[in-house]
């Protein structure tokens, strides 16, 4: 599915595009009265009674769970081209909107426009700015058709392809999407080869195997089993979403201090550019399969199972948190400093998301997760500090649990600011051995590194050059990601 539907639609739709001129919106959404005659009378009306339902049924925020009967009618009413659009416009546009989704490629939908597309979103635009499908279930505030078709080309809903076993683990996914990133694509020259669908499979596997555990030991009437901290793929409650996020994000303080306003200001400034709706919108290019290819070598070396609970510190847009729920069957808690990505990730990625100063961790439970994971955050803290939110991090950890620190000391830094060596040094925990060592054998004498003082918690850590960690062939692979020095720290809790 690609750039050769599009010509195929072009051809169809732009003979027919006065009918949409006069479209008239009905007032309700999943009314099947609210069909014009047509649609429930013509020759398409078995179609467009079939998308209605089922799309009211299956769909959350314009995000669809893949659903055959849905498909299958609306590929239909798609391929019957002039048709459809003569007797039931609306069915139309609901089906090609639907046929974005449901492509399960990993890689961005080929989408390139026809000059009359701009028509469409007219025809159905709410106030110039948003769009509305009604009765079909479809509709929004702030993005016209046409955006709203180019979201759904970078971005998949979350269930389209997941390790989801349960009604309940299925809700959980409803509505969200995922970033469509294919780290398997050849020039990625990733470490990691499993495709999403595999990756995916074999953590429903994983699932089920557990519950028949559960089944088992429930049948000898002896104590229930457990994995990680609490599993909703397991049918026990999820407790993360009971957490509260911080009613003061910066703790004792009224605002934030120099040193984070200017990185605040920083990826605030990218929200409000490209924003979280694009591929390259935090890092300003297109680095999407990278990224992919970063969570899943860290999701693999993490050992991530279904059910496990996730703490994602500087979470962004909350992509990571949104492949290792989908694809991993973990429940997250992603914490980032940039109001308006905290407030995206809640509306569009999986799992829930909290405003706050990543020093600021009191509110964080103790003792609870089995990951943390956080990629390109520790940097922009001083030395000292990133010291401390490490050591706090662990003790987040449950015993067994595993934390991952991406991009460290990143060799970008040198570059920038006419190579500011002032800015390396304060940011960069470098030689990585020697500076992690200092900092553990610090915290003992610090109250914030009282429980590693005590031995209640104990750890083992290890550092990783990311240029051997994420690319097959570090030879093959020119991404600044991976320039050296970058590195990747592992702490495991015993």
């Not at 009224?254 to 694009?278: P, V």
Request: aromatic share 10%.
């Amino acid at each position: 599915f690609g750039s050769r539907f599009f010509e195929f639609w072009s051809c169809t739709m732009s003979p027919h595009l006065a009918v949409l001129a006069v479209l008239v919106l009905p007032a309700a959404s999943c009314v099947a009265s609210q069909l014009s005659a047509e649609c429930r009378h013509g020759a398409v009306a078995h179609l467009a009674v079939t998308v209605l339902e089922r799309s009211c049924s299956v769909c959350a925020r314009n995000a669809c769970v893949r659903d055959e009967l849905l498909m299958d009618a609306a590929w239909e009413a798609v391929g019957a081209g002039p048709s459809t659009l003569t007797s039931c416009p609306l069915l139309y546009l609901a089906s090609l909107f639907l046929m974005v989704q449901f492509s399960i490629s990993d890689s961005p939908v080929a989408f390139d426009a026809p000059s009359w597309f701009s028509e469409i979103a007219q025809a159905v635009s709410v106030d110039g700015v948003g769009f509305d499908l009604a009765p079909f279930p479809f509709s929004s505030l702030n993005r016209n058709f046409t955006e709203q078709i180019r979201f759904f080309s970078n971005f998949r809903p979350a269930s389209t392809v997941s390790c989801s076993i349960s009604d309940e683990r299925r809700s959980v996914l409803s509505g969200r999407v995922v970033l469509r990133a294919k780290h398997t694509k050849p020039e990625a020259h990733c470490a990691a080869h499993r495709s999403d669908r595999q990756i995916a499979k074999l953590c429903r596997d994983s699932a089920k195997e557990l519950l028949t555990l559960q089944e088992l030991i429930a049948a000898d009437g002896e104590a229930e089993f457990s994995v990680g901290s609490g599993d909703t793929v397991l049918g026990t409650h999820n407790w993360i979403s009971d957490v509260e996020c911080p009613a003061t994000p910066y703790g004792d303080s009224l605002h934030l201090d120099e040193n984070m306003r200017i990185w605040q200001a920083k990826y605030q400034t990218r929200f409000d550019g490209s924003g979280c709706e694009s591929p390259s919108g935090e890092w300003l290019q297109d680095l999407a399969y990278h990224h992919k290819c970063i969570a899943v070598v860290a999701f693999e070396k993490l050992g991530l199972q279904p059910g496990h609970k996730v703490l994602d510190w500087g979470c962004g847009c909350g992509h990571k948190l949104s492949w290792a729920s989908a694809l991993y069957g973990v429940d997250g808690l992603g914490i980032d400093v940039v109001l308006d990505s905290v407030d995206w990730a809640n509306q569009h990625s999986v799992g829930k998301f909290c405003f706050s100063d990543g020093r600021v961790l009191g509110w964080v439970p103790e003792d609870s997760f089995d990951a943390v994971i956080s990629f390109a955050a520790l940097l922009h803290l001083i030395v000292d500090e990133q010291c401390q939110v490490v050591v706090e991090l662990i003790g987040k950890l449950r015993r067994g649990g595993k934390a991952w620190f991406g991009w460290n000391a990143p060799g970008y830094m040198r570059h920038t600011n006419g190579g500011n060596s002032d800015q390396v040094s304060r940011h960069w925990m470098w030689p990585r051995q020697e500076a992690w060592k200092r900092c553990f054998d610090r915290a003992s004498a610090e109250p914030w590194g009282a429980r590693l003082r005590s031995g209640d918690v104990q750890i083992r850590w290890w550092t990783v050059p990311e240029s051997l960690l994420f690319p097959s062939d570090e030879v093959l692979v020119s991404s600044y990601l991976f320039e050296e020095p970058a590195y990747s720290l592992f702490v495991s809790r015993a």
